[in-house]
């Protein structure tokens, strides 16, 4: 069988792996992007468009600066990929709210960012809490339910289209020369010289340099080249509403306007294997939620539910590896992939090809989990 040859290949065609597959391509690499296109599983498929800070790095401080650096290139980033690819990307930075129901969750709120504080070493941590007042007058289009209590804010949070996000991505990297590959589902890899064999179902790719980032099929495709990654799958049920007038600036963890005037509400977290139905009891608990907190929501129409997995480390951070076994192989996971695309085109995509390290970028690496 004749194989194909590319100075790098990236195995995953979901947010991150088409991410830094575009950042190769733009630094002149020449990129084979192989996508198992299994919709089913595909972690981008339930992504809420978040870019967000607040919530993200408990214990672990490299997490949080990692989320800041990459949420404050966002604007000039999303600015150069409208204008490359034609495409509309939606991106507001809004800030965003952590809205709480009740006295306990508030509580909880101000003692989780009272530890942030105290985990970081300047002692600051760049989110507020607001009273119920406080956020109602932020929202003056939008009635806040009695049981509000406040919300945590963040001024770095914003929202952006996560659909067209992955287009212009691919669409980047097609108008660079990019090589895609769908429906190749890896089978086997192999250290082939200095490089790596690289065998699908039907085809064999030769590459110097290779990037795993697979979602759920990272594990077992890191072990070929001396890796060890656990990752969980991780269920997440989204619901859409019909449009309406624009109502809520912000977004939340769990409830975003999106610029269509669409709501969105999500998503839970639920430990259900590979198991992809929604479920009313978890639908209906999301709308309660929801209409708990904006009442006026409870006339509008929903008009379509879906679920989805996630791709989770056991501490739910990033994982950032190059095998110490097969130099050349890096593996990658997160699930912060929307938030993260600056530094995945950018930084890691310059990772890959010069070896240049981030800097304290040993917290991220998988023995952690004494693996």
Request: with cysteine.
């Amino acid at each position: 069988m004749v194989s194909q040859q590319t100075e790098t290949l990236v195995i995953g065609g979901g947010i991150i792996g088409v991410s830094i597959a575009y950042g190769l391509r733009k630094k002149g690499s020449s990129v084979i992007l192989l996508d198992n296109e299994d919709q089913t599983l595909t972690a981008s498929r339930a992504n809420f468009g978040l870019v967000w800070v607040q919530g993200k790095g408990s214990g672990m401080q490299r997490y949080v600066d990692w989320c800041l650096e990459a949420v404050k290139l966002w604007p000039g980033f999303s600015m150069s990929l409208e204008e490359e690819t034609g495409l509309k990307l939606n991106y507001e930075k809004t800030g965003g709210f952590e809205i709480c129901l009740g006295d306990e969750e508030f509580a909880n709120r101000v003692s989780f960012l009272e530890d942030m504080k105290k985990q970081s070493p300047n002692g600051q941590y760049e989110c507020q809490m607001l009273a119920k007042d406080e956020l109602q007058e932020m929202l003056p289009k939008i009635i806040l339910g009695d049981e509000v209590s406040g919300a945590s804010y963040c001024v770095h949070d914003g929202i952006v289209d996560p659909l067209n996000l992955l287009r212009a991505f691919y669409q980047g990297f097609s108008q660079r020369g990019g090589n895609y590959h769908p429906d190749q589902k890896v089978v086997d890899i192999q250290k082939d010289g200095s490089g790596f064999l690289v065998k699908t179902q039907t085809q064999q790719f030769k590459t110097q340099k290779l990037v795993i980032a697979s979602g759920l099929g990272t594990t077992e495709l890191a072990k070929l080249v001396g890796m060890k990654i656990p990752v969980n799958p991780q269920k997440g049920q989204v619901l859409v509403t019909e449009r309406t007038a624009k109502l809520f600036p912000y977004a939340t963890g769990t409830i975003r306007q999106n610029a269509n005037g669409s709501f969105m509400f999500g998503a839970s977290h639920e430990d259900t294997g590979f198991e992809v139905e929604t479920t009313t009891d978890i639908l209906q608990t999301l709308i309660s939620r929801a209409l708990r907190t904006f009442p006026i929501l409870k006339n509008i129409q929903l008009v379509r539910t879906w679920a989805a997995l996630r791709v989770l480390t056991p501490d739910q951070k990033p994982v950032y590896c190059e095998s110490e076994e097969c130099s050349g192989a890096f593996a990658l996971t997160s699930h912060s992939g929307v938030s993260l695309a600056p530094l995945h085109s950018e930084k890691i995509s310059k990772w890959v090809l010069e070896g240049e390290v981030p800097p304290d970028f040993e917290s991220f690496h998988p023995r952690r989990f004494n693996v």
